[in-house]
């Protein structure tokens, strides 16, 4: 994936407008440098992933990975597990992203059950799942349409499944919000990006990345019907959240 992977380099030069935030094909090229150096624990988020999947998955179970974007997810699980222990679907609703996950999954894992469609999370016609990853995806769903994506997966997951959300969060209290974004912008800046550049792209994401609080997020998966869930990961105003399906 590294060798064909560009730096992000997207907003580093002023536009007359900054159009709406897409994944397209300038995107994909550098993805893997853009959300490294964008979301603080990235790395450390699907580190944990392959070791969630082996404490709570069952043998053999499908694991669904929604915004998949270049199956990222789909190489930690496959460096952790055996062929035999999952198959895995990424779904995505950007061509350009699901032709390179695929060339990749293809050369990366030839071993594992490993498929990608192209598709939207809202109307996919889902088959039932041991394990659900939703890595900053919610997030780009319209607020409204993000209780049934949430309900829906519950209905998808088996007994005793698990989901594990993470999200761009915002605070509830305005201060904390602000501070916590500013060191965000700081954390940016410490990985080489420019005022131009932070402010182009935080114009860009505006009304198309729209954050939920963690206490919005709960509430959510509580009215799906999820027993429990736990924050087991923050940096910033980016966090991870697991939820359970009863057994
Ligand atoms: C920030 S990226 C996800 C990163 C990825 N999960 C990872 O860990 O590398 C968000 C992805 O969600 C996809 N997406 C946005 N809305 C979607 C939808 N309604 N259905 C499917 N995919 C969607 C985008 O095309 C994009 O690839
Ligand atoms: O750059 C930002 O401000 C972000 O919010 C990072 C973020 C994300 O959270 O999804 C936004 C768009 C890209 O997909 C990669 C990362």
Redesign the pocket.
Same mark, same amino acid.
């Given at each position: 994936m590294s060798d064909a992977s560009y730096r992000d380099a997207i907003f580093s030069t002023p536009l007359d407008r900054v159009a709406r935030f897409s994944?397209d094909e300038k995107v994909v090229a550098c993805f893997p440098d853009m %959300?490294r150096r964008s979301v603080p624990g990235y790395g450390q988020i699907?580190g944990m992933l392959g070791l969630i999947a082996a404490r709570h998955l069952r043998h053999g179970a499908r694991v669904y990975?929604? &915004?998949?974007?270049?199956g990222?997810?789909a190489l930690t699980l496959a460096g952790r597990l055996p062929p035999d222990a999952f198959r895995y679907t990424g779904?995505?609703?950007?061509p350009a992203?699901v032709a390179r996950a695929r060339e990749t999954l293809a050369a990366e894992c030839p071993d594992h059950v490993m498929e990608v469609l192209e &598709?939207? %999370?809202?109307t996919l016609d889902y088959a039932p799942a041991g394990m659900v990853v939703l890595?900053?995806?919610l997030q780009?769903?319209a607020p409204e349409d993000r209780d049934a994506v949430i309900e829906r997966l519950f209905q998808t997951l088996e007994p005793g499944g698990v989901l594990v959300l993470s999200e761009k969060v915002k605070a509830a209290d305005e201060q904390e919000n602000a501070w916590l974004v500013e060191r965000y912008h700081d954390f940016k800046r410490a990985n080489g990006y420019s005022e131009m550049e932070i402010s182009q792209k935080r114009t860009a994401l505006e009304n198309v990345l729209v954050p939920d609080t963690l206490a919005g997020h709960h509430e959510r998966l509580a009215r799906a019907g999820f027993s429990r869930a736990h924050t087991w990961f923050q940096f910033l105003n980016f966090a991870s959240l697991i939820a359970f399906k009863d057994a």
């Open positions: 994944f %959300i699907l990975d929604l &915004g998949c974007s270049l990222a997810s779904v995505d609703l950007s992203m &598709g939207d %999370i809202r890595n900053f995806t780009f769903l």
